[in-house]
């Protein structure tokens, strides 16, 4: 069965405890303290598998606990670290907070593996605290707690080109006919109950991969019909194929069927009616002479003052397919080739080290320095050339009062402030 969602919850291992004991043996006088230190716990972990292609394994396992850490011995034994635990998912899982929806994690392109909790530290044994003024130190360090986190797992299909339209239009036909895909193909509604991805082959260009996203209707950015449950999975494509029944041979206008499905795009996410799009006026076979031309004029001149360019095809006779798909190479040739990428939103580490310390300091007259390990760590796993990596970046400083703490050590406009190799000027 194909599942694209699921709600797990994940925990870390927790840190063995360190161990109090002393050294007691036969002619070893004053042994001293020997307790040893506890294990980590163990590491969560999520794993690209490309065996995988949906998210029905966590239909019935709904729990995943790294190990714990064995706590500390004497005679200076180590106690034993957790085992990791790694999640294998499909390429293109999106993981998120499942309190907040924000994006902890996306599995895709060239992110295979990525630890999400880590596991508590092991306590430290009272060997460590053993000092000329306290030699029977009474006392070792406990392992720091586990983390857990209830998750939402999100599988988007990376493809290139989205096919969307109402049902019945010849999606699945079209997919057959241009790829080596073979979805179930039948004369009624919502026959297509799962994403169906093909790879389209061009002689003499690149091809490209091609997701059939599942009938869509009006209302189905609100739950309405099936479709609500697949607008996912076009989020990563670059380019947006409305494939009409430009016949009418439901009673639909092709006109505002495009119209509903662009409206249904924009209500769910704002940034998918700004991809580039193309219109595929199906089903032609059964249309003849000024009828054809009267129709597909009706669509042109709707459509392509929007920059959104018509091309008449028959999926089932093949009539203008190859028209259309090397047009659609040419517009994926044109815009960015970067892949749609979810940046990381939320940071479930960010909670584990929210008591360290940081300094703020005037180092010179329009310089200013904040250091500390908050800080390093917090540079450490956010991306700032990326726009949401630097929004969270100034919402840290925000957040943690280092903005505050700069003005009333008198920074001005202009001033330089310094966090270890990176250098940033001030300006509110």
């Not at 596991?119 to 053993?130: F, M, V």
């Not at 030699?135 to 493809?159: D, F, H, M």
Request: proline fraction near 4%; include cysteine; charged fraction near 30%.
């Amino acid at each position: 069965m194909f599942a694209d969602s699921a709600k797990i919850y994940i925990r870390s291992g927790k840190g063995g405890d360190g161990h109090v004991s002393f050294r007691r043996e036969m002619f070893v006088a004053a042994g001293g303290p020997d307790g040893g230190d506890g294990g980590k716990g163990g590491d969560l972990i999520f794993e690209v598998d490309e065996g995988l292609n949906t998210l029905s394994d966590f239909r019935f396992t709904k729990k995943y606990c790294a190990g714990d850490g064995e706590s500390g011995s004497k005679q200076r034994c180590h106690g034993k670290d957790g085992e990791d635990l790694v999640i294998r998912v499909p390429e293109g899982t999106v993981i998120k907070d499942t309190e907040t929806g924000k994006v902890i994690a996306d599995m895709s392109h060239g992110n295979r593996r990525q630890t999400i909790l880590k596991g508590g530290r092991g306590g430290k044994g009272n060997q460590h605290y053993a000092t000329p003024t306290m030699q029977v130190p009474k006392y070792a360090q406990p392992g720091q707690s586990s983390r857990e986190l209830n998750v939402t797992l999100e599988l988007k299909v990376i493809a290139d080109v989205g096919l969307v339209g109402f049902p019945n239009v010849g999606k699945s036909t079209l997919l057959s006919r241009v790829t080596n895909a073979r979805p179930k193909i039948a004369n009624y509604h919502f026959t297509t109950l799962n994403p169906n991805l093909g790879v389209v082959d061009l002689e003499g260009a690149d091809g490209f991969v091609i997701a059939d996203i599942p009938g869509l209707i009006e209302g189905a950015s609100e739950g309405i019909g099936l479709g609500h449950e697949f607008l996912k999975h076009i989020e990563r494509t670059k380019v947006i194929i409305h494939m009409v029944d430009a016949a009418s041979t439901e009673g639909r206008d092709p006109i505002e069927d495009i119209n509903t499905i662009n409206g249904e795009l924009a209500a769910y996410n704002e940034e998918l009616i700004k991809r580039p799009q193309v219109i595929a006026a199906n089903k032609l076979d059964v249309l003849y002479g000024e009828e054809e031309e009267q129709v597909i004029q009706k669509l042109k001149d709707t459509f392509e003052p929007q920059g959104i360019k018509v091309f008449p095809i028959s999926a089932v006779s093949g009539k203008g397919i190859k028209e259309l798909l090397y047009h659609v190479r040419e517009m994926l040739d044109s815009i960015d080739t970067a892949p749609v990428v979810f940046e990381r939103e939320y940071f479930p580490e960010e909670d584990t080290f929210s008591n360290e310390p940081y300094t703020v300091e005037k180092e010179s007259e329009n310089v200013f320095v904040v250091e500390g390990p908050r800080i390093e760590r917090m540079l450490g796993y956010t991306n700032l050339d990326s726009e949401r990596g630097f929004e969270f970046f100034q919402r840290f400083l925000k957040d943690n009062g280092i903005l505050e703490e700069l003005e009333n050590l008198g920074i001005q406009e202009g001033d330089t402030v310094r966090m270890y190799g990176l250098q940033f000027d001030y300006y509110k």
